[in-house]
């Protein structure tokens, strides 16, 4: 039976995954987040919108970032009672998904529309927390899934 000193604990200390930037890297990735979601205690729905978020930023990293050229991709994460929180570092070229963030594109017909970007659009628009640092070569994307209930200011009735 985990305690509330585990999952303190366990939010204190860092999991840390390093894998290839390959496409068949991003299943090994999308585990590692599942895992911290269900440490944490997220419902399904946070646990989905979290790893579709790492998933969409990975896979850019891989097909964008180091365009199959290889390269390395560090996820850190560390998740307890009030959510998980994950770190995407990647040392391709610097990139902040905030400046490719598309919009939906209403009323254009989707054969009409620009592609890409609508994915980071999903990505930032599923989390509750955001932050890109680009430092020492490296990009550093972090996101944060709050755990259900743990706003400290919850909407008023």
Same mark, same amino acid.
């Given at each position: 039976?985990?305690?509330?000193?585990?999952?303190? $604990?366990?939010?204190?200390?860092?999991?840390?995954?390093?894998? *290839?930037?390959?496409?068949?890297?991003?299943?090994?990735?999308?585990?590692?987040?599942?895992?911290?979601?269900?440490?944490?205690?997220?419902?399904?729905?946070?646990? =989905?919108?979290?790893?579709?978020?790492?998933? $969409?930023?990975?896979?850019?990293?891989?097909?964008?970032?180091?365009?199959?050229?290889?390269?390395?991709?560090?996820?850190?994460?560390?998740?307890?009672?009030?959510?998980?929180?994950?770190?995407? $570092?990647?040392?391709? *070229?610097?990139?902040?998904?905030?400046?490719?963030?598309?919009?939906?594109?209403?009323?254009?017909? *989707?054969?009409?529309?620009?592609?890409?970007?609508?994915?980071?659009?999903?990505?930032?628009?599923?989390?509750?927390?955001?932050? =890109?640092?680009?430092?020492?070569?490296?990009?550093?994307?972090?996101?944060?899934?709050?755990?259900?209930?743990?706003?400290?200011?919850? *909407?008023?009735?």
């Amino acid at each position: 039976m985990t305690t509330v000193t585990d999952m303190v $604990e366990l939010a204190r200390k860092s999991c840390v995954l390093e894998v *290839p930037a390959t496409v068949g890297a991003l299943g090994e990735i999308a585990s590692f987040v599942l895992r911290l979601a269900g440490a944490a205690g997220l419902d399904k729905g946070a646990a =989905y919108r979290l790893r579709l978020a790492v998933d $969409e930023l990975a896979t850019n990293v891989v097909m964008h970032g180091y365009r199959g050229g290889g390269g390395r991709i560090t996820v850190r994460g560390r998740s307890g009672p009030g959510g998980v929180q994950i770190v995407i $570092e990647d040392t391709a *070229p610097p990139f902040d998904p905030v400046e490719g963030c598309l919009p939906p594109a209403h009323g254009v017909p *989707p054969e009409d529309r620009r592609i890409g970007g609508l994915g980071i659009h999903l990505a930032l628009t599923s989390v509750d927390e955001f932050g =890109y640092a680009h430092r020492d070569g490296r990009n550093i994307v972090t996101l944060t899934v709050k755990a259900e209930g743990t706003d400290r200011c919850p *909407p008023r009735p």
